[in-house]
């Protein structure tokens, strides 16, 4: 596994459900943020699991395709190899903001030494109520913890960003060792000590914690 390539998208984008993600998830009928939320997740995932990611020029905000055949679909006669990425799409907010969710977890790639190994446990795994929630965590022995909690349904937490007590509890959480507190990532916050692993889930988001 740590040498497996993995990929959103590859560079082979053509055909039905091959295209760019942003393209596959347009045509599959989402719009708006139901499309941000779901390239977050996909890349939350892909930058804290085991092996060497590769990330498709452009995906990291979320690029689309221009060019089609007559079909509407990407092939090689409908502009896949002169279909260049659009940098000027980076101007856009919602793309601005896929873009940094990206590069945090980049950053935490290439930084936590929990997801340079290939220790991996499911700790939580909540599949009731139409739910698909699964906690997991990277890094063995000695290491700082990078906690995923990843959200694949509809499933939210009711009142989850209006009520101060409004919860979602995770079992078996890791201990917080003294002096130190849960951070979570891409959004750039700390968490409540009252808070750590009972915090809100979202439709289609994933949150990662790693210790400061």
Same mark, same amino acid.
């Given at each position: #596994?740590?040498?497996?390539?993995?990929?959103?998208t590859?560079?082979?984008?053509?055909?039905f459900?091959?295209e760019?993600?942003?393209? #596959?998830?347009?045509?599959?009928?989402?719009?708006?943020?139901?499309?941000?939320?779901?390239?977050?997740?996909?890349?939350?995932?892909?930058?804290?699991?085991?092996?060497?990611? #590769?990330?498709?020029a452009?995906?990291?905000?979320?690029?689309?395709?221009?060019?089609?055949?007559?079909?509407?679909?990407?092939?090689e006669?409908?502009?896949?190899?002169?279909?260049?990425?659009?940098?000027s799409?980076?101007?856009?907010?919602?793309?601005?903001?896929?873009?940094?969710?990206?590069?945090?977890?980049?950053?935490?790639?290439t930084?936590?030494?929990?997801?340079?190994?290939?220790?991996?446990?499911?700790?939580?795994?909540?599949?009731?109520?139409?739910?698909?929630?699964?906690?997991w965590?990277?890094?063995?022995?000695?290491?700082?913890?990078?906690?995923?909690?990843?959200?694949f349904?509809?499933?939210?937490?009711? *009142?989850?960003?209006?009520?101060?007590?409004?919860?979602?509890v995770?079992? *078996?959480?890791?201990t917080?060792?003294?002096?130190?507190?849960w951070?979570?990532?891409?959004?750039?916050?700390?968490?409540?000590?009252?808070?750590?692993?009972?915090?809100?889930?979202?439709?289609?988001?994933?949150?990662?914690?790693?210790?400061?």
């Open positions: #596994m740590p040498q497996a390539i993995l990929y959103v590859s560079h082979d984008v053509e055909g459900q091959k760019r993600l942003f393209t #596959m998830l347009s045509r599959a009928g989402l719009q708006g943020m139901d499309i941000e939320k779901r390239i977050k997740l996909a890349f939350a995932c892909l930058l804290t699991a085991v092996g060497i990611p #590769m990330i498709l452009g995906e990291e905000f979320g690029d689309q395709h221009d060019l089609f055949d007559a079909n509407g679909n990407v092939t006669n409908g502009g896949k190899e002169v279909d260049p990425v659009d940098f799409r980076l101007e856009q907010p919602f793309r601005r903001e896929i873009f940094q969710y990206v590069s945090r977890l980049v950053h935490l790639r930084s936590a030494p929990a997801l340079s190994v290939n220790d991996t446990e499911f700790f939580h795994v909540d599949f009731n109520d139409n739910k698909r929630v699964l906690v965590k990277r890094g063995g022995f000695g290491q700082d913890p990078v906690v995923v909690m990843a959200n349904s509809d499933c939210a937490t009711p *009142n989850g960003l209006t009520d101060p007590a409004a919860e979602y995770v079992s *078996n959480w890791p917080t060792p003294p002096g130190r507190h951070r979570e990532v891409p959004q750039e916050r700390d968490v409540r000590p009252d808070q750590v692993g009972r915090e809100p889930i979202f439709a289609w988001e994933a949150k990662v914690y790693t210790l400061t």
